[in-house]
């Protein structure tokens, strides 16, 4: 329609791109990390909330503070759950390819 805003590739390469990761890890299950899916599994099984913990922390880029302060947490609680986080799902977030490919895939699980 006339007045209807318009996007540019540049406006949404950025979504195209993730969009695109996305089909790929959904076309190719064993491309993504089996600590992400043990950690979704058990969220929903034990009504936890690691995945919005790690989720917030990384949306943070790591800021607890303000990452506690979105959860309406302590940040010590904040600590203790990205630290149950590696002991449980084995999830190594101090590798910056792991946080990225959690992150992507901790996204996908909220569609």
Not at 63 to 92: I, K, M, Q
């Amino acid at each position: 329609p006339g007045d209807a805003p318009t996007a540019t590739a540049e406006d949404v390469r950025h979504v195209v791109l993730l969009n695109r990761l996305g089909d790929e890890l959904r076309r190719e299950p064993w491309l993504r990390l089996p600590g992400v899916a043990a950690l979704l599994a058990h969220d929903g099984e034990q009504g936890t909330d690691y995945a919005a913990t790690v989720t917030a922390w990384l949306d943070a880029t790591g800021d607890v503070a303000s990452a506690a302060a979105g959860l309406r947490v302590h940040p010590n609680t904040l600590r203790y759950r990205l630290r149950r986080v590696r002991e449980l799902f084995g999830l190594d977030l101090d590798d910056r390819e792991v946080r990225l490919a959690a992150w992507l895939e901790l996204r996908l699980a909220q569609r």
